[in-house]
């Protein structure tokens, strides 16, 4: 598995983004995949996960209702679509992939981080 997030910009409060996370061996199918976020100056996240075949979703609190996480086997890809977005989302924002097919909040759950992508939501 080796990922890279993508999709990052400046958008205004209110705006949308979607992230894209792409996996360039092609491997992780079978793979539950997560998004965390690392806002300056305080700890990486959780966000969203999304098990092996997007049978099985998890949102952080602050974000339910407003990011959708999804993927698409096919192409290898998970998504974040993150819309009614807010300054406090300003962030690096990074997926990860577990061992397992269905995982959860915890960083230590996932093996497998891509480079992130920087979010920056102005107000």
């Known amino acids: 598995v080796q990922l890279q997030a993508s999709g990052g910009g400046l958008v205004q409060a209110g705006g949308s983004l979607k992230l894209s996370c792409a996996d360039s061996?092609?491997?992780?199918?079978?793979?539950?995949v997560g998004w965390f976020r690392q806002a300056p100056g305080k700890e990486r996240a959780f966000v969203a996960s999304?098990?092996?075949?997007?049978?099985?979703?998890v949102y952080e609190d602050g974000v339910q209702g407003r990011f959708t996480i999804s993927r698409d086997n096919a192409k290898n890809m998970v998504y974040l679509q993150m819309n009614s977005l807010k300054p406090e989302g300003t962030a690096v924002y990074y997926c990860?992939?577990?061992?397992?097919?269905?995982?959860?909040?915890?960083?230590?759950?996932?093996?497998?981080w891509g480079q992130g992508t920087l979010v920056t939501v102005s107000s």
């Open positions: 061996r092609r491997t992780f199918s079978n793979n539950a």
């Open positions: 999304i098990s092996w075949n997007g049978g099985s979703t």
């Open positions: 990860a992939a577990a061992r397992s097919s269905y995982s959860g909040r915890g960083l230590s759950n996932y093996q497998y």
